[in-house]
């Protein structure tokens, strides 16, 4: 496996379930990020850990609940979830921050909520 | 608030014609500015990036063009091909926001052949 993997890469869920979305990233990099896109709007930031701290968190609503256990892994739970909340999730990587290195990112989790 | 403008949202080129995204931003203290590609099914992938202190780079048949006074960035891609349809976004950032990438709304390019 090479680069960003994120699964699963499609899940449908009901308002009243958990789930959870799974990154990993086989770069050796120290910093990863949660971002949401949906359709005709920018990606918007979520979460950000960097060495496994998490050192952003923008405003998203705590019915998101990330998790990095360690550099190389990162997971978003879901739980009581809105239509609104269908989009594509991206998980992304880097090397330092965001102006100087390169964000890499994974295929994204499509995720529809009922 | 948002703070990169991207235009247009979808754009139609033949192939071998000049493609043109825009982009304008409000925080003089953007200091960086990358180009991301997107194709269908998968995530976006850095193309080319410029910083401030240059008004132009190139990397191969893509050029960013800066305007610092005017606030404003585009991305030129000469001799279209239909292998270039995909979405791009630009995306701006600052040192003091660290891991904050402010991207524009995104551009939906279609190269016919």
């Known amino acids: 496996e090479t680069g960003v993997t994120q699964t699963p890469r499609h899940l449908v869920m009901g308002m009243t379930n958990k789930k959870s979305l799974k990154c990993e990233q086989h770069?050796?990099?120290?910093?990863m990020y949660w971002y949401k896109q949906s359709a005709k709007k920018p990606l918007e930031l979520m979460f950000v850990?960097?060495?496994?701290?998490?050192?952003e968190n923008n405003s998203v609503p705590s019915r998101f609940s990330p998790e990095c256990p360690n550099s190389s892994h990162l997971f978003l739970h879901l739980h009581t979830l809105q239509p609104e909340d269908s989009a594509l999730y991206l998980c992304?990587?880097?090397?330092?921050?965001?102006?100087?290195?390169?964000?890499?990112f994974g295929e994204g989790s499509r995720l529809t909520v009922l | 608030q948002q703070q990169v403008k991207q235009s247009p949202q979808s754009l139609i080129v033949q192939k071998g014609g000049i493609s043109i995204i825009n982009c304008a931003y409000e925080?003089?203290?953007?200091?960086?500015f990358p180009w991301y590609q997107q194709f269908p099914g998968k995530g976006p992938a850095l193309l080319i990036a410029?910083?401030?202190?240059?008004s132009e780079k190139k990397e191969g048949r893509f050029t960013i063009s800066f305007n610092k006074s005017a606030k404003q960035f585009s991305l030129h891609i000469m001799d279209s091909q239909p292998g270039d349809s995909a979405t791009y976004f630009c995306?701006?950032?600052?040192?003091?926001?660290?891991?904050?990438?402010?991207f524009g709304e995104g551009t939906q390019l279609t190269v016919n052949p």
């Open positions: 992304a990587s880097s090397q330092g921050q965001a102006n100087t290195g390169e964000l890499f």
């Open positions: 770069l050796g990099h120290n910093a």
């Open positions: 850990y960097s060495l496994e701290e998490r050192v």
């Open positions: 925080n003089t203290a953007f200091d960086y």
């Open positions: 410029i910083r401030p202190d240059v």
């Open positions: 995306a701006a950032s600052m040192e003091t926001s660290g891991s904050r990438l402010t």
